[in-house]
């Protein structure tokens, strides 16, 4: 198996533009997550999907964030208009069940916005 | 609000000797602690997990303590190695969210 695959791995954009991050999780995993690490928060939750169904979205930042799950395979995490304070390291992560003991993370999104 | 903290941000060790990465909490209300394991440039890694009705957890070299009297749990790794250098996640599962403590960067030198 692939694993977790997250694209673009680096994104450098400006102030304001539209940003897309995308992923494919583990194939036969029915939960996918999306982290965000930066150094003064670290790693933080920002939404979890279960069967392709937002569940928790609590730590999603502010309305520039968004995010779909339009089917098993593929997520989307799209910023509108981007900032600099969103420069992150963006995870993607996916478990085989409901209550998995563990979740498989992608490589990340390094993104920065200049 | 930490609910999870590792209050140690960096840890040196030398080749051979024992690693023990700490990490604390506040909320009691857990399935499980997990260990996460990364490298520079890849996502963090599973390496070990304890139950919240266990108070020990060994895997190989890796073994996972759990105090819930002091709210603590730490990490030994023994012998260290080289390959052991990362940095080294608690987190925190309760459902399925898991909250992460703010990681240690453990060296160990040969």
């Known amino acids: 198996d692939a694993g977790v695959i997250q694209s673009p791995r680096h994104e450098v954009t400006e102030m304001g533009q539209e940003v897309t991050l995308r992923c494919k999780p583990i194939?036969?995993?029915?939960?996918l997550f999306w982290y965000r690490q930066t150094m003064m928060r670290g790693l933080e939750l920002l939404i979890y999907?279960?069967?392709?169904?937002?569940?928790?979205d609590s730590g999603m930042p502010e309305d520039r964030f968004s995010a779909k799950m339009p089917n098993a395979s593929f997520s989307t995490l799209k910023i509108q208009p981007s900032e600099p304070r969103d420069s992150a390291v963006y995870f993607c992560?996916?478990?085989?069940?409901?209550?998995?003991?563990?979740?498989?993370f992608g490589p990340g999104t390094r993104l920065l916005v200049l | 609000d930490q609910q999870v903290k590792q209050n140690s941000p960096s840890l040196s060790v030398q080749e051979g000797r024992i690693s023990i990465l700490n990490c604390d909490y506040t909320?009691?209300?857990?399935?499980?602690f997990l260990w996460y394991k990364k490298y520079p440039a890849e996502g963090p890694t599973f390496l070990i997990s304890?139950?919240?009705?266990?108070d020990k957890n060994e895997d190989g070299r890796f073994t996972v303590f759990l105090n819930k009297s002091a709210k603590h749990l730490s990490l030994h790794i023994v012998p260290s190695q080289p390959g052991d250098s990362a940095v080294y996640f608690c987190?925190?599962?309760?459902?399925?969210?898991?909250?992460f403590g703010g990681g240690t960067r453990l060296m160990v030198k040969p």
């Open positions: 992560a996916s478990s085989p069940h409901r209550v998995a003991e563990t979740q498989y």
């Open positions: 909320n009691s209300m857990f399935d499980y």
């Open positions: 999907f279960n069967n392709n169904v937002p569940i928790d």
């Open positions: 987190a925190r599962r309760a459902g399925n969210m898991l909250t």
């Open positions: 194939s036969g995993h029915n939960s």
């Open positions: 304890i139950s919240s009705i266990k």
